[in-house]
């Protein structure tokens, strides 16, 4: 069963930028979200990202 995904771009050295992510509702807070922030940059590559977001989500990105 998928319960997320992740899309990132990067240069593969200093910037990246986390497109998309999503994770199903009922698998919310279970760690998934940044497992799959995590695995997307070690595989991008990068020193940093970029991201757009809602404001309800600012708590969840400050905590990297």
Excluded at 18 to 31: D, K, P, T, Y
């Amino acid at each position: 069963m998928v319960v997320g995904f992740a899309q990132m771009f990067s240069d593969g050295e200093i910037q990246a930028f986390l497109a998309n992510i999503a994770v199903a509702e009922e698998s919310r807070h279970n760690g998934i979200g940044r497992a799959l922030v995590n695995e997307a940059l070690r595989m991008a590559g990068g020193e940093r990202v970029d991201l757009l977001s809602e404001e309800d989500a600012a708590a969840f990105y400050s905590s990297f």
